[in-house]
């Protein structure tokens, strides 16, 4: 691996395989166990994934999401992100409607959903208990993520964050991986956007390495925010495709 990160093609495959095998959290690694080992009922059939859970999309994805983290029988059982929970049900289905995924469902990893330049991450891999990682936790994962943008950086031009937790776990990651965050740091705000200044490439300041970044909110698609209407259909695929444009993609609905 060089310097900035990027490894060459087939970089991501071989950081998230390192992901997956990632044992540095103790809490973590016991709750995701326990999990795959005890089950819910509804999914006594399955053999659960119990590890931390990667990115899933392109390697050459120009939009890149950004959650919280695995939920405990949705990737935590299923291997892939927000797949096999009700915030994938709808997070996926809105990425369907704009145009970024082949399929409105996601139900396991093999079931033939594919990313169009979008990818879907989380600031950290492990399923926490209570869905709440500990500050050290966040910070214990951050590297992967930096990583994660390090070998996206050639083609991302947006982020859409759900939520606050992953807000403000990714700016110090944005920023580690060379954009230039504001300070004060941006609030998190359900449809704030804030354009990062890039990093300079290895030719200087006009090189790809250099391209901004649009950075935008948006609350995060749990049950507790989409159940209660916080977060609407209509609101979250704004949000994708105001994204989705920002970052160069064409053909969305």
């Not at 995701?32 to 999309?57: C, L, N, S």
């Not at 992100?81 to 996601?106: E, H, I, K, N």
């Not at 031009?157 to 920023?175: D, I, K, M, S, T």
Request: aromatic residues 8%; positive net charge.
């Amino acid at each position: 691996m060089d310097s900035d990160g990027r490894d060459g093609l087939g970089g991501l495959d071989r950081l998230d395989e390192r992901v997956a095998g990632c044992r540095a959290c103790p809490r973590l690694v016991a709750w995701r166990e326990e999990v795959a080992r005890t089950k819910r009922a509804a999914f006594t059939d399955w053999t659960y994934w119990g590890r931390p859970v990667p990115g899933f999309g392109p390697p050459d994805a120009r939009l890149l999401i950004v959650g919280l983290a695995p939920a405990a029988h949705g990737g935590n059982r299923t291997g892939r992100m927000f797949t096999g929970d009700r915030s994938g049900d709808v997070l996926y289905q809105a990425l369907y409607d704009v145009g970024l995924a082949s399929q409105p469902t996601a139900v396991s990893a093999d079931d033939g959903l594919e990313l169009r330049g979008a990818r879907v991450t989380s600031p950290v891999h492990c399923a926490p208990p209570a869905n709440k990682p500990t500050p050290e936790e966040r910070d214990t994962c951050r590297p992967w993520l930096v990583r994660e943008l390090n070998l996206l950086r050639p083609t991302l031009r947006a982020v859409v964050v759900l939520g606050a937790f992953g807000w403000q776990a990714a700016l110090p990651a944005f920023a580690e991986a060379g954009w230039t965050v504001p300070r004060p740091r941006p609030a998190f705000a359900h449809g704030a956007r804030v354009v990062l200044d890039g990093p300079a490439g290895p030719e200087g300041p006009r090189d790809t390495g250099s391209a901004a970044l649009h950075l935008f909110g948006c609350f995060h698609v749990s049950q507790r925010n989409t159940f209660t209407g916080r977060l609407t259909p209509v609101m979250l695929r704004e949000v994708l495709r105001t994204a989705a444009e920002a970052a160069g993609l064409y053909g969305t609905k």
